[in-house]
């Protein structure tokens, strides 16, 4: 099993940029695709993006294509979410989730098997 602990998120400027991390413990974060997502206020939970096990494959949101990146380091059990550009519309809370069933990329919020608490993001205007 892995437990995901989220951190870096905070109140930053349109335009601004914010690095988000989530750290890993459990022999399986290694194998596992890496997803995050996010939540505003009153919506559900929306598709942010994901790494592959090793790092070699992402697939993103249209919404953030181009402005955000995921890598990860495996040897510090860590996965990164660097976001530029940020828009009022990117506030909300963001979660990391892991998936270690070996779907490829997946982006279906049931296909993940853990779960961190979350990180509260707000991009003011």
């Known amino acids: 099993q892995v437990q995901l602990v989220e951190s870096g998120g905070g109140l930053v400027q349109a335009g601004g940029s914010l690095r988000l991390s989530c750290a890993a413990s459990?022999?399986?974060?290694?194998?596992?695709?890496i997803g995050w997502f996010r939540q505003a206020p009153g919506k559900e939970r929306e598709f942010v993006g994901v790494?592959?096990?090793?790092?070699?494959?992402?697939y993103y949101a249209d919404s953030v294509k181009g402005r955000f990146t995921i890598s990860r380091d495996n040897a510090k059990n860590t996965v990164y979410l660097q976001m530029n550009s940020l828009e009022p519309e990117d506030t909300a809370v963001y979660y990391c989730?892991?998936?270690?069933?070996?779907?490829?990329?997946?982006?279906?919020?049931?296909?993940?098997?853990?779960w961190g608490q979350g990180t509260q993001v707000t991009v003011s205007s």
């Open positions: 989730a892991a998936e270690t069933s070996g779907s490829y990329l997946p982006r279906r919020t049931t296909s993940y098997d853990a």
């Open positions: 459990g022999r399986t974060f290694s194998t596992s695709s």
């Open positions: 790494i592959s096990w090793n790092g070699g494959n992402t």
